[in-house]
Nanobody
Framework: EVQLQASGGGLVQAGGSLRLSCGAS????????IAWFHQAPGKERKGVAC????????LWGDAVEGRNAIHNDNAKNTVTLQMTSLRPEDTGIYYC?????????????????WGQGTQVTVSS
């Protein structure tokens, strides 16, 4: 059974940085993609970044500004999302999600597995 565990959230001042981690276990051998989604209060989940088993990466939305970076530590079965220059609008719950297909797409329906989310709060 695929399980995802998101961690690393917290309270940070605007302009600060956070590193979120997604621990993954139970993946069958083969292709996969792991993504991070952001859900702001009262809004839908939006894709932030994604990485595939082949090393391909995708950044979506504001992440393309270069404020975010995604990294896959295969040895630790962990995908990290480094967030810098945080803004109050980055506040929300960050979820990691996974699919057994090697395909990144900013669409929640493309991912079969979800972690519980980690709260990020950015104060102004």
């Amino acid at each position: 059974e695929v399980q995802l565990q998101a961690s690393g959230g917290g309270l940070v001042q605007a302009g600060g940085s956070l590193r979120l981690s997604c621990g993954a276990s139970g993946f069958p051998r083969g292709d996969y993609a792991i993504a991070w989604f952001h859900q702001a209060p009262g809004k839908e989940r939006k894709g932030v970044a994604c990485i595939t088993s082949g090393g391909g990466k995708a950044l979506w939305g504001d992440a393309v500004e270069g404020r975010n970076a995604i990294h896959n530590d295969n040895a630790k079965n962990t995908v990290t999302l480094q967030m810098t220059s945080l803004r109050p609008e980055d506040t929300g719950i960050y979820y990691c999600a996974a699919t057994t297909r090697r395909l990144c797409a900013p669409d929640v329906t493309r991912f079969e597995y979800w972690g519980q989310g980690t709260q990020v709060t950015v104060s102004s």
